[in-house]
């Protein structure tokens, strides 16, 4: 086997520590050994199987041979749908071409990053977060770390973002958090939506502007006194510099279904749909088409 040097980014590539971890407690499951896995936010399909409708709708498009490529930004029924829901539960519009499908979040965020982000472009994400160091490192970003505070429910701060926004671009949110399960105050993601808002002001009609990464895909599961908020809502200007990482993975014990969204601007949205396109990211047409179902408007959330 040749042991020559491959590029330097797979040289230098961190593999998901979570993944390893959680691999090797699944490892320990097999042998016997009772460990919990609190790693990658994954569900023991024995106890939290998919809802059943969706199964059977899974089934039905397999058996309905549902089984030929998806167009690349996703089947049209299904952008529309969940521009539905997202009315619905967010009070938020958008147009079906401001939609795109892939195979989970992680090929959005990742076309998210390739589509905005250049080599010593500044990407600022606070710490504890999920995978943000290794899509800088993909995209040879900048690694602009704050790190968040336990006073601050570890949640970023305008404050603590100010200093670093001048000329970044990109600032990569995600609440509900991974890995603490807390989330944004009204008034905070105002805050920083403010800041994105007057940073973009400065910036010439010709410079790349400051985009939000905001990654929501825990929303549905707040519960209690806790709000989830979204920049949109907040700021109806945040609309052209935001961009939504959504999918079905958490909210319906669906991991392994593998349908995720990402809502933006038209421009970006094009171009991830591109870079998605080159990798084969695509969702399934059969689960595409299951999923249209899940998010049929006359069904309540
Ligand atoms: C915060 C966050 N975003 C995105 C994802 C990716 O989800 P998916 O399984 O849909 O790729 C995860 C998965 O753990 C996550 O924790």
Known sequence: MSSGKLSQLSETLIGSEIVRLGAEIKEKNRQGLKVY?????????SIFPIPQELEEEIIN?????????????GIM??????AGFIKQREKIEYANNEILIAAGGRPLIYAAFRAIVDKKDKVIYAVPSWNNNHYVHFTEGEHIVIESQHKNNFMPTAEEIRPHIKGASLLA???PLNPTGTTFSKEELTAICDLVI???ASRGERDKKLYLLYDQIYWTLTYGDTAHVNPVTLRP??????????????????TGVRVGWAMGPVNIINKMKAINSHVGAWAPMAEQKSCSWLFTPNRSY
């Open 198 to 200: 007057e940073e973009n």
């Open 77 to 82: 029924e299904l952008r529309s749908a969940v």
């Open 37 to 45: 896995n609190y790693t990658i936010g994954d569900f023991d399909s």
């Open 237 to 254: 200007k945040m609309k052209e510099y935001t961009i939504f990482i959504d999918g079905i993975s958490k909210a319906f014990a669906a």
């Open 61 to 73: 498009a397999y058996k309905e041979r549902h089984t030929t490529y998806p167009p690349a930004d």
């Open 173 to 175: 949110l995600c609440s």
